[in-house]
Protein backbone atom coordinates (compact mmCIF):
# COMPACT_ATOMS: atom_id res chain seq x y z
CA UNK A 1 0.00 0.00 0.00
CA UNK A 2 1.70 3.36 -1.06
CA UNK A 3 -0.49 6.33 0.61
CA UNK A 4 0.83 10.31 0.45
CA UNK A 5 0.00 12.62 2.99
CA UNK A 6 -0.31 16.23 1.93
CA UNK A 7 -1.21 19.48 3.93
CA UNK A 8 1.26 22.92 4.97
CA UNK A 9 3.49 22.66 7.66
CA UNK A 10 2.01 22.19 11.19
CA UNK A 11 -0.91 20.01 9.48
CA UNK A 12 -0.20 17.27 11.60
CA UNK A 13 1.20 15.06 8.91
CA UNK A 14 4.20 13.65 10.89
CA UNK A 15 1.67 12.96 14.27
CA UNK A 16 -0.71 11.11 11.98
CA UNK A 17 1.70 9.30 10.07
CA UNK A 18 3.29 8.03 13.15
CA UNK A 19 -0.35 6.73 14.88
CA UNK A 20 -1.16 5.51 11.39
CA UNK A 21 2.33 3.30 10.61
CA UNK A 22 2.11 1.90 14.16
CA UNK A 23 -1.20 0.90 13.71
CA UNK A 24 -1.07 -0.53 9.65
CA UNK A 25 2.36 -1.89 9.74
CA UNK A 26 3.72 0.98 7.12
CA UNK A 27 6.69 2.70 6.87
CA UNK A 28 7.04 5.97 8.08
CA UNK A 29 8.89 7.76 5.46
CA UNK A 30 9.74 11.50 6.31
CA UNK A 31 11.78 12.81 3.76
CA UNK A 32 12.07 15.85 6.44
CA UNK A 33 13.66 13.73 9.23
CA UNK A 34 15.90 12.26 6.60
CA UNK A 35 17.26 15.16 5.52
CA UNK A 36 17.60 16.88 8.69
CA UNK A 37 19.44 13.02 10.13
CA UNK A 38 22.19 13.94 6.83
CA UNK A 39 22.54 17.03 8.13
CA UNK A 40 23.34 16.38 11.58
CA UNK A 41 25.47 13.77 10.74
CA UNK A 42 27.46 16.45 8.57
CA UNK A 43 27.10 13.59 5.24
CA UNK A 44 28.01 15.34 1.90
CA UNK A 45 24.62 15.70 0.98
CA UNK A 46 23.98 17.05 4.44
CA UNK A 47 26.54 19.40 4.16
CA UNK A 48 24.38 20.64 0.63
CA UNK A 49 21.47 21.19 2.20
CA UNK A 50 22.43 22.75 5.58
CA UNK A 51 21.17 25.89 4.39
CA UNK A 52 18.45 25.07 1.85
CA UNK A 53 16.51 23.63 4.72
CA UNK A 54 17.00 26.32 7.01
CA UNK A 55 15.34 28.82 4.27
CA UNK A 56 12.36 27.14 3.96
CA UNK A 57 13.16 26.18 0.57
CA UNK A 58 12.99 22.36 -1.48
CA UNK A 59 16.02 20.64 -1.25
CA UNK A 60 16.82 19.60 -5.38
CA UNK A 61 14.79 16.51 -7.11
CA UNK A 62 17.24 14.55 -8.10
CA UNK A 63 18.49 14.52 -4.37
CA UNK A 64 15.02 13.72 -3.19
CA UNK A 65 14.61 10.91 -5.51
CA UNK A 66 18.01 8.93 -5.07
CA UNK A 67 15.93 8.21 -1.31
CA UNK A 68 12.73 7.69 -2.73
CA UNK A 69 13.89 4.83 -5.16
CA UNK A 70 16.49 3.39 -2.29
CA UNK A 71 13.39 3.39 0.81
CA UNK A 72 10.91 1.83 -1.75
CA UNK A 73 13.45 -1.23 -2.90
CA UNK A 74 14.38 -1.45 1.07
CA UNK A 75 11.43 -0.97 2.86
CA UNK A 76 8.79 -2.54 0.64
CA UNK A 77 9.05 -6.15 1.32
CA UNK A 78 9.48 -5.61 5.20
CA UNK A 79 5.88 -3.71 5.94
CA UNK A 80 2.74 -3.57 4.06
CA UNK A 81 3.40 -0.20 2.57
CA UNK A 82 4.90 2.81 2.65
CA UNK A 83 3.26 6.24 4.17
CA UNK A 84 4.82 9.08 2.08
CA UNK A 85 4.95 12.23 4.27
CA UNK A 86 6.55 15.27 3.28
CA UNK A 87 6.90 13.61 -0.54
CA UNK A 88 6.32 14.92 -3.54
CA UNK A 89 6.34 18.11 -3.24
CA UNK A 90 6.19 19.63 -6.30
CA UNK A 91 4.47 18.09 -9.75
CA UNK A 92 8.15 17.12 -11.19
CA UNK A 93 8.78 14.78 -8.54
CA UNK A 94 5.01 13.68 -8.60
CA UNK A 95 5.44 12.43 -11.99
CA UNK A 96 9.34 11.21 -11.65
CA UNK A 97 7.38 9.17 -9.14
CA UNK A 98 4.83 7.60 -11.19
CA UNK A 99 7.57 6.66 -13.62
CA UNK A 100 9.17 4.55 -10.61
CA UNK A 101 6.26 3.17 -9.25
CA UNK A 102 5.24 2.03 -12.52
CA UNK A 103 8.81 -0.07 -12.91
CA UNK A 104 8.20 -1.22 -9.34
CA UNK A 105 4.80 -2.12 -10.38
CA UNK A 106 3.59 -0.29 -8.11
CA UNK A 107 1.08 2.89 -7.54
CA UNK A 108 -0.57 5.35 -5.13
CA UNK A 109 -3.97 4.04 -3.17
CA UNK A 110 -4.32 7.17 -1.65
CA UNK A 111 -3.72 10.74 -0.97
CA UNK A 112 -4.59 12.28 2.22
CA UNK A 113 -5.01 15.97 2.25
CA UNK A 114 -5.44 17.78 5.57
CA UNK A 115 -7.01 20.77 5.57
CA UNK A 116 -5.79 23.91 8.28
CA UNK A 117 -6.26 27.11 8.67
CA UNK A 118 -3.04 29.87 8.57
CA UNK A 119 -3.52 31.14 12.60
CA UNK A 120 -3.55 27.58 13.31
CA UNK A 121 -0.43 26.79 11.85
CA UNK A 122 1.27 29.66 13.48
CA UNK A 123 0.19 28.93 16.68
CA UNK A 124 1.39 25.22 16.51
CA UNK A 125 4.65 25.99 14.98
CA UNK A 126 5.22 28.07 17.49
CA UNK A 127 4.34 24.96 20.55
CA UNK A 128 6.99 22.85 18.03
CA UNK A 129 9.26 24.94 17.99
CA UNK A 130 9.40 25.36 21.91
CA UNK A 131 9.28 21.74 22.20
CA UNK A 132 12.04 20.43 19.22
CA UNK A 133 14.36 23.65 18.35
CA UNK A 134 13.97 22.76 14.73
CA UNK A 135 15.96 25.59 13.08
CA UNK A 136 13.74 25.66 10.37
CA UNK A 137 10.49 26.61 12.88
CA UNK A 138 11.18 30.34 13.14
CA UNK A 139 8.25 32.28 12.04
CA UNK A 140 10.60 33.91 9.03
CA UNK A 141 11.21 30.70 7.69
CA UNK A 142 7.88 29.32 8.25
CA UNK A 143 6.54 32.38 6.17
CA UNK A 144 9.04 30.74 3.15
CA UNK A 145 8.27 27.30 3.79
CA UNK A 146 3.93 28.72 3.39
CA UNK A 147 4.83 29.89 0.43
CA UNK A 148 7.27 27.14 -1.28
CA UNK A 149 3.58 25.20 0.13
CA UNK A 150 0.86 27.32 -1.66
CA UNK A 151 3.44 27.95 -5.05
CA UNK A 152 4.57 24.39 -5.75
CA UNK A 153 2.82 21.56 -3.90
CA UNK A 154 -0.63 22.83 -3.80
CA UNK A 155 -0.63 21.43 -7.48
CA UNK A 156 -0.77 17.80 -6.31
CA UNK A 157 -4.21 18.40 -5.12
CA UNK A 158 -5.59 18.98 -8.79
CA UNK A 159 -3.44 16.43 -10.01
CA UNK A 160 -4.19 13.65 -7.56
CA UNK A 161 -7.79 15.25 -7.41
CA UNK A 162 -8.36 14.28 -10.61
CA UNK A 163 -6.91 11.15 -10.20
CA UNK A 164 -9.74 10.09 -7.90
CA UNK A 165 -7.17 9.57 -5.44
CA UNK A 166 -7.37 12.90 -2.63
CA UNK A 167 -9.27 12.33 0.55
CA UNK A 168 -9.73 15.93 2.46
CA UNK A 169 -9.75 15.44 6.30
CA UNK A 170 -10.11 18.80 8.22
CA UNK A 171 -7.05 19.04 10.41
CA UNK A 172 -8.64 21.29 12.80
CA UNK A 173 -9.94 18.43 14.72
CA UNK A 174 -8.18 16.61 17.99
CA UNK A 175 -5.52 13.97 16.68
CA UNK A 176 -7.96 11.21 17.88
CA UNK A 177 -10.62 12.73 15.61
CA UNK A 178 -8.56 13.38 12.24
CA UNK A 179 -7.20 9.82 13.10
CA UNK A 180 -10.71 7.98 13.06
CA UNK A 181 -11.33 10.14 9.72
CA UNK A 182 -8.22 8.69 8.06
CA UNK A 183 -8.85 5.05 9.08
CA UNK A 184 -12.58 4.85 7.39
CA UNK A 185 -10.69 5.65 4.25
CA UNK A 186 -7.82 3.19 4.68
CA UNK A 187 -10.06 0.36 5.91
CA UNK A 188 -12.19 1.01 2.76
CA UNK A 189 -9.09 0.15 0.64
CA UNK A 190 -8.12 -2.82 2.78
P1 LIG B 1 9.32 18.69 6.48
O1 LIG B 1 9.86 18.01 7.71
O2 LIG B 1 8.52 17.75 5.62
O3 LIG B 1 8.57 19.94 6.82
O4 LIG B 1 10.56 19.13 5.59
C1 LIG B 1 11.55 20.03 6.08
C2 LIG B 1 12.36 20.55 4.94
O5 LIG B 1 13.04 19.48 4.26
C3 LIG B 1 11.57 21.26 3.82
O6 LIG B 1 11.29 22.61 4.14
C4 LIG B 1 12.53 21.12 2.64
O7 LIG B 1 13.62 22.00 2.75
C5 LIG B 1 13.07 19.71 2.85
N1 LIG B 1 12.22 18.68 2.19
C6 LIG B 1 11.46 17.72 2.79
N2 LIG B 1 10.85 16.96 1.87
C7 LIG B 1 11.21 17.44 0.67
C8 LIG B 1 10.90 17.08 -0.68
N3 LIG B 1 10.07 16.07 -0.97
N4 LIG B 1 11.46 17.82 -1.68
C9 LIG B 1 12.32 18.83 -1.41
N5 LIG B 1 12.64 19.22 -0.17
C10 LIG B 1 12.10 18.54 0.87
Same mark, same amino acid.
Given at each position: ????? @?????????????????????????????? &???????? =????? /????????? @??????????? +? %????????? =???????????? /?????? #??????????????? #?? *?????????? &??? %? &????? =? &???????? @?????????????? *?? +? @???????????????? /????? =????? #??????
Amino acid at each position: MMIIL @LGPPGAGKGTQAKIICQARELFHFSTGDIL &RNEVKNKS =NIGKK /IDSIINSGK @LVSDDIILDIV +E %KIIIDESSK =NKGILFDGFPRN /IDQANS #FEKLLKKKEKKINLV #FH *LLIEKDEIIK &RIQ %K &RQSEE =N &REDDTVEV @LKSRIDVYLQETTP *LI +E @LYTKQGLLKKLNGMQS /IENVN =NDMSK #FLDEIN
